[in-house]
């Protein structure tokens, strides 16, 4: 899935569990019942220098454009206007050196404090 131009679905729907963090779009969600189909509007799969990196445990708080997830170690918080992601844990606070478009990729983190 590529990101459109209006950024997150009017109604999202977010599901976590160990896989990583789905978004579905609700509004859809009764067309795609009907053909016994659900299918996310985007995926962030859990793996090694992937945006989702640890397992997301929820989604804590959404603003207009940006969602904040809780993993194990942290807080990422993925603005979908911007096509950028960062994390913040214990350690420091991090920005994905890739865009939303990469999430799956594996391009990592870098330190920024």
Not at 16 to 23: E, K, N, P, R, W
Not at 65 to 80: K, R, S
Request: charged fraction near 25%; aromatic fraction near 8%; proline fraction near 4%.
């Amino acid at each position: 899935m590529t990101l459109e131009t209006n950024g997150l679905p009017a109604k999202p729907f977010f599901t976590c569990d160990a896989d990583g963090l789905s978004i579905l779009d609700a509004a859809q969600a009764n067309n795609l019942l009907s053909a016994y189909s659900i299918q996310p509007w985007m995926d962030f799969k859990n793996g090694q220098g992937n945006i989702i990196d640890t397992i997301p445990r929820k989604v804590t708080a959404r603003d207009g454009q940006q969602i904040t997830v809780e993993c194990e170690d942290g807080m990422v918080h993925i603005d979908f206007e911007e096509g950028k992601a960062r994390k913040v844990t214990p350690a420091g606070e991090y920005v994905y050196m890739g865009a939303l478009e990469e999430r799956n990729d594996g391009m990592g983190y870098i330190a920024v404090s």
